[in-house]
């Protein structure tokens, strides 16, 4: 494994689930394997567990972490091939990852969509830039379209909650937000989620349809109660519309998770990656109630994040 | 010693300082201490000495310091019990607090006052739902209403320069200043200099009384010569008005000390916990002169921490 | 050595080069030399390469860095000596710079010039006051006339670059760019490369003409063609008028160096300290190409940081 940005094949993500679970009873058990060798983490936007457990990962593997607010702490990066940077920009990310390739051994990288321009956000624009340009390993910290790290940390989550043989009933459910909200935690939990196996049904209002690239393979329901059904695991996530990108089309208060929607789900376990908008995505009642998982999610990060630093150093 | 928000007996104060005092002498004795621990340093304010003497104290005991600045890469937080978060904060203290308390092995945090709400900056509103809900040991990097570590630094101050058997005549005065600032470090000084058995006057214009569950068991004098007569050491603070809550009521500049305020006081020494707007609080001529502790109050500083976060590790 | 500040004399230059390509060769020789030891990188303006290459040279050298941003973290700081401090200042330089001197080991600062105050930019006024009041070795970040840890890098790449036997002809051109841009880095590089033997020629559009100071011993040649014939190396860089201080006196495109420009200069390599403005100030088909040294020079960065931490531990 070189970059970690996405699912990869089922066999790659088993190792890595076993691995952050190792890791996670033998946090220092691997203290010196990064020894002389550092990370560096580049924020373009906000963070907090991301920024924590990343760095706490790093630690655990006797790697040193070095952080860079490149919004605040630096200066506005050019993009484009082919610039001419007479604007606001102020260093062309191929110098700029060049360098910053040149002086970490992983660099790992956050950089959200603009939810305006469609093209460059599902090519991943700015996140490749990084990856294309720097010549090391690159992890995602979330990118435009997927949050892997964040993802791993769900399916550790599930494994550690699933004794049965079958596969667990896995529901993506869209939460109503004030704010229009990227895509990438919800594609991400899709793309892990139906290749690790799972059986997945994702609920939305109608003009909420994700991007079918990551949809492929699960049932779609626009039916909440119908698809909460017999549900497992109900993963709750806000996302802002796609074929009308970046639009809210709906903030339907029905949609937000209450205990009454579990009564054809008597079991099911909740989850959301966190920051959760509470009593708008998700109720108090259920945050603070026995089904919900966050908590575990949150803490699988650290793990998540050791496990994959730990492959890509082999 | 779970927390370490406030004063809470001479006993421990007597230990927190003798400790301190030892670190001083031999700050990398402990470094092992803190091995394969973390200490997540939260900050919702500025600062320069807090942030640094505590990322050192961390460093000296062998402890991982993260520094994370909440308002600038993180974002806002909810603090109010069951709020419907449809406005501008992103995460509530609930979610991100167990969250840093499942990643921490201490967390420290800095919340200042509204200055504005009263009853909320009273209760130590912030402050106390980090604690309420991280679950792990917290210290105050200063609170609505306390500086702690300031305190304490300053008890050790003060204990290195005083030889005698009786107690100091300690005098804390108000000074003057030209924004509404916080009562933390005045209440916590007056709280920690009661405790430690010194004999402590508060000087002011009339209008900035502190609250006296602080105050209790100084001698209040307003006419500040007075006060300062046969002074050992003297504590210069400004801070807003209590009772008119949060509001500049004078700016006097007589009460700014200057060298001929110490004419009745030839011996005594003066401290401030910095930053201090020289020539407003505290003109030049003291700052620079041989009566000034406050760079020796600044160095303790990382003692100060060092003996708290040892006292919590164990 | 006790400061880094500036170009002192060849000897020491020589020694600095030569340390850090051994450093180069051998990052972590010398990793136990800054044991329990602190460096603190103090940044009152932005940052990308200084930031992470300080970082990474102390690291190198067991040496505990502690980065602060001043600006966004801390608070304005007052400069000027005698202050009335009742405006937009918080801390006086006479109080924090000893702080962080009694904090630290080893100060490293950036302050940038205004621009606007021509006498307070050339007595480096900021940068010295920091110098005078923290009582500990500084290095320079960059200050407002300076940047000798980035021309220490130019010289350790142009000293890997050069075989030959005589002085390599060095050419400095002024390069177009939008904003008004400081002078540190070409009165720096002016004055390692005339102090390091090399034969340096100068050149701009009229009105660029750099304080003499710096300048002295090196060829000034206002024809660009002209100046280029026979180089072996090119160091491209924008600064604003010095005379009419701080001003943009002229923007001509035709100051953008191209292949064509290298007709007279045919094994002439390219160098730059990073931010470039892409096709403003250099075109991409150079700093693609097999001229540029950009790179080089960035990751010698590291090495001059360490080549210089480890000459002021001793």
Request: charged share 25%; net charge negative.
């Amino acid at each position: 494994m070189k970059h970690f940005t996405q699912f990869e094949n089922k066999s790659l993500a088993d190792s890595l689930i076993e691995k952050a679970l190792f890791y996670k009873s033998n946090p220092s058990i691997d203290n010196a394997l990064g020894e002389g060798k550092r990370i560096g983490c580049i924020f373009l936007n906000p963070s907090l567990r991301t920024r924590a457990s990343t760095q706490i990962a790093a630690i655990n593997l006797g790697l040193e972490p070095i952080v860079m607010n490149m919004d605040k702490e630096g200066w506005a990066l050019e993009m484009k091939e082919g610039a001419i940077m007479n604007k606001g920009t102020v260093e062309h990310i191929k110098d700029a990852a060049a360098v910053l390739g040149s002086y970490f051994d992983i660099l790992a990288i956050r950089a959200f969509p603009s939810l305006t321009n469609k093209i460059e956000d599902l090519a991943d624009f700015t996140f490749n830039q990084f990856v294309k340009y720097s010549g090391v390993p690159v992890i995602s910290l979330e990118s435009a379209i997927r949050h892997p790290l964040q993802s791993l940390a769900d399916m550790i989550t599930i494994e550690e909650n699933w004794a049965k043989k079958e596969s667990p009933k896995v529901v993506l459910t869209w939460a109503p937000h004030i704010k229009a909200i990227p895509h990438a935690v919800a594609n991400s939990f899709a793309e892990w989620a139906i290749g690790c196996g799972h059986d997945l049904t994702i609920t939305h209002p109608q003009g909420y349809e994700l991007d079918e690239s990551f949809t492929h393979g699960a049932k779609i329901e626009l039916n909440q109660s119908k698809a909460l059904e017999g549900a497992d695991f109900v993963y709750v996530k806000n996302w802002s519309a796609f074929n009308d990108y970046g639009k809210i089309v709906s903030t339907d208060p029905s949609w937000m998770l209450t205990e009454k929607h579990f009564e054809q789900a008597k079991e099911a376990k909740v989850m959301h990656c966190l920051p959760v908008r509470r009593n708008v995505e998700l109720s108090d009642e259920i945050l603070d109630g026995k089904r919900s998982l966050v908590q575990e999610q949150a803490k699988n990060r650290i793990y998540a994040a050791q496990s994959v630093i730990s492959k890509i150093l082999g």
